[in-house]
């Protein structure tokens, strides 16, 4: 019953993945987090994140594969670097620090994000609206690195930052899974011995959940086609919204521990 429900959340995780950029890598890790340790959940995370941003990368692009991403490394080289140097930051920190804090922390950006964002839908209040400066690049990308390499949740950053520079839906999910490339590539590096201490069983699980991905992965992209950038931030903020009390509830779950 947990390995179906493990792969029910994956599935989920993909088609949203798919359609909006992002969500695979907090959703898969907060769902392998119930049986396994942290560190050694994100490490299961990295290596099909790495498969499903390359593929969200290479869906609906008129070049090659490498020029897609030369492309995006070049008109996001701030972001994508200072990600890079965040991510090996974070991974610091998940072998350091309690994570507690950093769930907190971060449910708490996430959740006044989605309430500006609802409220911004429905008129009620203006859309929110961060700089979009070189220096704010940077500052995005280093704060999305750290998050993302500790917690696998560098989803919300760069959304306030890529929703603020670009109304493409394309564009910001592309963006997006440039840096969750790197920063998983980070990750594979840093805590290659988590990798060396998988059982065969542990690679078999990784196989099958990287498989059912990739295939409800490429269903989400097909929808994302179909959809208004109005349904497109709807979605997006509504899997912020669980992604956020998820998150709180396992730093609230940790800080009374």
């Not at 798919?18 to 907090?26: E, K, L, R, S, V």
């Not at 890790?29 to 969200?56: E, K, R, W, Y």
């Not at 609206?129 to 917690?151: D, N």
Request: include cysteine; charge should be positive; hydrophobic fraction near 55%.
């Amino acid at each position: 019953m947990q390995e179906l429900i493990q792969i029910l959340a994956f599935a989920i995780a993909s088609v949203l993945h798919g359609i909006t950029g992002m969500g695979f890598p907090m959703i898969g890790t907060t769902a392998l987090a119930f049986i396994m340790p942290l560190p050694q959940a994100v490490a299961m995370v990295a290596l099909p994140s790495v498969v499903m941003s390359l593929l969200v990368m290479s869906t609906g692009r008129k070049r090659s594969l490498m020029a897609e991403l030369w492309h995006y490394c070049q008109h996001y080289k701030l972001l994508a670097i200072s990600s890079i140097i965040g991510g090996v930051i974070g991974v610091k920190l998940l072998l350091i620090l309690p994570n507690y804090v950093l769930y907190l922390a971060m449910s708490a950006v996430t959740l006044y994000y989605v309430a500006q964002g609802f409220l911004s839908l429905k008129g009620k209040l203006p859309e929110l609206s961060v700089p979009t400066t070189p220096m704010s690049m940077a500052a995005f990308g280093l704060l999305a690195g750290i998050i993302g390499g500790s917690t696998n949740a560098m989803s919300p950053i760069l959304l306030m930052f890529l929703m603020s520079y670009t109304k493409d839906k394309n564009e910001i999910a592309k963006a997006s899974n440039l840096c969750y490339l790197l920063g998983k590539v980070v990750q594979v590096i840093l805590l290659k011995d988590r990798f060396l201490s998988f059982t065969y069983t542990n690679w078999l699980v990784l196989l099958a959940l990287t498989a059912v991905s990739i295939g409800f992965l490429l269903l989400g992209i097909y929808l994302r086609a179909k959809i208004s950038i109005d349904a497109f931030k709807a979605l997006t903020y509504g899997v912020l919204l669980l992604l956020a009390l998820k998150i709180g509830y396992s730093g609230l779950q940790g800080l009374f521990a």
